[in-house]
């Protein structure tokens, strides 16, 4: 498999969105782009916060 060939990772996509250049896109588009940016950082939250639960059932389990 050929470098150009692997499947592009996570931080590679938050690397181009923040590359993207911001005064080519509209008033809606980037109110648009903050929605979807506050939907990702509460699913993001959300998964953190079951993890670290997730956790803390586990150390309580094996005390």
Known sequence: MDFDDAPPRPND???DLV???LDRLSVAELEARIA???AEIA???TT???AVNH???A???FR
Do not use: G, K, V, W
């Open 48 to 50: 953190i916060e079951r």
């Open 59 to 61: 150390d309580a389990l």
């Open 19 to 21: 590359r993207q250049d």
């Open 13 to 15: 996509a938050l690397a």
């Open 36 to 38: 979807t940016l506050d």
């Open 43 to 45: 699913r993001c939250r």
């Open 55 to 57: 956790r803390a059932s």
